[in-house]
């Protein structure tokens, strides 16, 4: 596979959870069925030991990192001997540089063809020290850029950091997730006035979803204007109901290259956004955002619980009420019949 041309092409991947019993322990039959899940409905790729799998996994009580990440790679690996097609494994790598050079030669040995690199360890370093760190880490494992929102540990990078981050050659993708239009713009016109047009670009703005995919966006490099767009997404909202986010990215790709836009389009996004705001918990702050993704798969039978690692980490008050009401409101963006039909299979 190369690399650079799969994820150029535009893929739905998404953010793989963590599957734990009713004991808070790690639970591997669920944990597989998930990848299986996420291979059958159509994804491009998988994000192992991100946000979604939760941080803690790092943990030294729980120690976690290493048989998740291994988990995933084997069955992925043996899903694409079944059905053999093109398929990105990224590992999230977290941690300051020794710690995330660990993790990056891991996940290389492993298999895994890039790296999603959180710069959320680094609250007061200069953004010339992240730089550095994240050029060491790309000279391990090909690099996709993160920005993350603050209200989740993230924080805010200038445009001038995002133009040299797009001079590091090993950098493949930028997920953009700071949730906010202005500092999205600035990784998109950096990415132009860089002249990379081989850096593919993904939306982690699971509040703006849909709108992200169906935009153009236009900037100057070298004097001239220059038009891309954001051709996939990695994301959270993803690991749920993935068989008709694939729908639904594989219509926004034909919507994208039509001369005049469907004005049912807007509909779709505020949908989508309605569906997130519930699944995130977006009234609480996102506090429930990790429980929220656990209890749709609990509710198709694909995991046992909402437990985290975290126990303070649950749903909301109304935040099950908020799902089963997007449930009701949208059923075209729900995958409930695809996943009752092959769970058996995928629980094997």
Not at 241 to 247: G, K, L, Q
Not at 323 to 331: E, F, G, I, K
């Amino acid at each position: 596979m190369n690399l650079r041309s799969h994820l150029l092409a535009g893929h739905v991947i998404p953010a793989h959870p963590l599957a734990l019993d009713a004991q808070r322990r790690f639970s591997e039959k669920p944990q597989r069925a998930l990848a299986r899940y996420y291979f059958a409905a159509g994804s491009g790729g998988l994000a192992v030991g991100v946000h979604s799998t939760q941080f803690e996994i790092r943990d030294p009580q729980h120690n976690l990192f290493r048989p998740v990440l291994t988990l995933a790679a084997e069955t992925i690996a043996a899903e694409k001997r079944t059905a053999p097609r093109d398929f990105a494994l990224i590992a999230g790598i977290c941690g300051h540089t020794q710690a995330a050079t660990a993790e990056a030669e891991f996940a290389r040995g492993l298999g895994y063809d890039a790296g999603l690199v959180s710069m959320a360890a680094f609250r007061t370093e200069s953004e010339t020290d992240i730089l550095a760190h994240v050029a060491t880490i790309a000279k391990i494992i090909p690099v996709i850029g993160f920005y993350l929102q603050p209200a989740v540990g993230g924080r805010i990078f200038s445009y001038a950091f995002w133009r040299q981050f797009a001079e590091i050659p090993e950098v493949v993708a930028i997920k953009m997730a700071p949730f906010n239009r202005y500092q999205t713009l600035d990784v998109i016109r950096a990415v132009v006035a860089a002249g990379r047009t081989d850096i593919a670009l993904y939306t982690g703005n699971d509040d703006t979803i849909v709108t992200d995919l169906l935009t153009p966006f236009t900037f100057t490099h070298d004097g001239r204007p220059v038009t891309c767009r954001i051709v996939g997404g990695l994301l959270g909202h993803w690991g749920v109901w993935t068989r008709a986010a694939v729908e639904l990215f594989q219509a926004a790709q034909v919507a994208a290259r039509q001369p005049q836009l469907d004005a049912t389009w807007l509909a779709k996004a505020a949908a989508v956004t309605d569906m997130n705001a519930a699944l995130f918990d977006a009234a609480n702050r996102f506090h429930g955002c990790i429980p929220g993704i656990l209890e749709v798969l609990r509710r198709q039978g694909l995991v046992e619980s909402v437990h985290c690692l975290n126990p303070a980490e649950v749903l909301s008050p109304g935040q099950a009420a908020e799902l089963s009401r997007v449930c009701r409101a949208y059923p075209e963006l729900t995958d409930d019949a695809f996943v009752a039909k092959h769970r058996a299979h995928w629980l094997r």
